[in-house]
């Protein structure tokens, strides 16, 4: 049913609409995907899902209103202040995810230079690579130049890269503890050095890592110094609805110093209805996200995220060494913690084996640059390690005996299309990857995507691949 209905539907029959819906989506609580959802247990989803039910209605927007609100993220601020070791002179905010998270230390950077440096203008941002698009994203809002450097061989953020990209411009380093593609920790305190040097402020993205490496390093592995610990980190992002467990729309922003904080807010006195204060982005903010994240905290505790650091842990390192005795995968990079990425030698093709695992029904991300499968390893998947790493066996040992088959064939293929893709006018491209695009729209996730991907990853020009992707997203959303 495509149209407003007339009438109001019956709530039973909406229910079984939604059920029906819903049975072709991947299982949230299976496990089977490899980002995405953060899966704990049904006792963490359950305690979340009533928290979260008794403040549906109500809006964190005005803190006068609902002074529970204002304790339960008080409190929340409190507690991740504690684990990152924030000093007491430092504050937070939470935020509906990394994004916002990251978008309010980049304003708040932006507004602290104008303040501070106002003879400056075309700001920048100095960041590795492998930093978050959150990042590309907040400086297109704000005005903002972001300067990309490049990595060291092990996918860490190359210091003396960032060195030289600094200007009298810059207002902000950026590091990621850990990056999202590869799991890799950059060297935080070289780059607080820097930035100290220099007389800039830093950040660092924690938003994947904040919740589960502190907890990692209290069961004895060597996790590199990442958080307020390391002087010269002046503000941090730390998502609670990842390793956090919490329901989406829960993350927190926290700065060295409240001075700072101050210009992440937004206040205007203009208005007819009333002085308007805002604290972070969004106007109307999620009351259940809050407090759901506040119960998921208080139920777990201390030792039960200890607990469940431990458990993704360990099915990390079952996963690693599968696959270290298969000859045609290997991890890139060096991985701190959960997070990480298999990369295969040819002529073994990655997307290829993503398509055999989706077979299976495993979700795993895509990711290039090399091409390669993403995982975020978490609680929930200890339950199933054992049925991935034989699906995994077996995905590689069929896309071996179709390599056996027609290796040849395929190969002199590849090369023919990208031969085509780079002197191909960029319309027949497009036109293409719509074909293409079309034909992944069913209402099941995506199985065959091998084709696509391998496209993608030949394109010549990075232009051309978000130009595919906007019309990807146009006609993905339809409406
Ligand atoms: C390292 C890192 N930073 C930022 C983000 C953005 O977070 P969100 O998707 O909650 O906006 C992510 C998301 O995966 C991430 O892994």
Not at 275 to 295: E, P, V
């Amino acid at each position: 049913m495509n149209s407003f209905p007339a009438q109001g539907r019956p709530a039973e029959e909406i229910l079984q609409q939604i059920d029906h819906m819903k049975s072709h989506d991947m299982d949230s609580t299976g496990s089977r995907l490899w980002s995405l959802v953060y899966y704990h247990s049904p006792e963490v989803l359950q305690l979340a899902q009533e928290v979260y039910a008794r403040y549906i209605s109500e809006n964190a927007l005005n803190p006068l209103a609902f002074p529970s609100l204002r304790r339960m993220e008080n409190e929340v601020v409190s507690i991740v202040k504690g684990l990152l070791h924030c000093p007491p002179a430092g504050g937070g905010t939470m935020t509906s995810g990394g994004t916002e998270s990251i978008f309010l230390a980049l304003k708040a950077a932006r507004d602290y230079a104008r303040m501070h440096k106002p003879h400056l203008s075309h700001l920048e941002v100095v960041a590795p690579l492998s930093a978050h698009p959150a990042f590309d994203k907040a400086a297109h809002y704000l005005g903002l130049r972001l300067i990309h450097t490049p990595l060291d061989s092990d996918g860490a953020a190359d210091v003396s890269a960032m060195e030289a990209a600094i200007s009298e411009r810059t207002v902000l380093l950026v590091g990621s503890a850990p990056s999202y593609p590869h799991g890799v920790v950059d060297p935080i305190p070289q780059i607080a050095e820097l930035a100290q040097r220099k007389g800039l402020l830093f950040h660092v993205d924690a938003c994947v890592g904040g919740f589960i490496l502190p907890f990692l390093e209290r069961i004895g592995l060597p996790i590199p110094p990442f958080d307020f610990r390391v002087e010269g980190v002046t503000s941090l992002s730390v998502d609670l609805h990842k390793y956090g467990y919490t329901p989406k729309g829960a993350s927190v922003i926290l700065y060295r110093e409240r001075a700072l904080r101050r210009h992440q807010f937004f206040v205007y006195g203009g208005w007819n209805g009333g002085i308007y204060a805002s604290s972070s982005f969004s106007g109307t903010r999620s009351a259940g996200a809050i407090a759901a994240a506040w119960a998921v905290l208080q139920y777990l505790g201390e030792t039960g995220f200890v607990a469940a650091a431990q458990a993704a842990w360990e099915t990390t390192r079952r996963i690693h060494s599968a696959i270290s005795d298969i000859a045609e995968l290997y991890v890139i990079g060096r991985p701190a913690a959960t997070v990480f990425a298999i990369g295969a030698h040819p002529p073994l093709d990655i997307y290829a084996l993503g398509d055999a695992l989706a077979k299976r029904r495993w979700f795993l991300d895509r990711q290039q640059r090399p091409a390669s499968l993403h995982l975020t390893v978490t609680a929930g998947h200890a339950r199933v390690v054992e049925e991935f790493i034989r699906d995994l066996r077996e995905a590689v040992a069929e896309e071996r005996l179709r390599l056996g088959r027609g290796a040849w064939r395929r190969r002199m293929g590849r090369t023919a299309v990208r031969a085509g893709l780079a002197v191909l006018p960029e319309r027949w491209v497009r036109s293409m990857a719509r074909w293409i695009s079309r034909t992944a729209q069913t209402d099941r996730p995506p199985r065959r995507t091998a084709a696509l991907y391998g496209m993608m990853a030949s394109l010549p020009q990075q232009g051309s691949v978000e130009k595919l992707v906007e019309d990807f997203l146009d006609q993905a959303l339809g409406a």
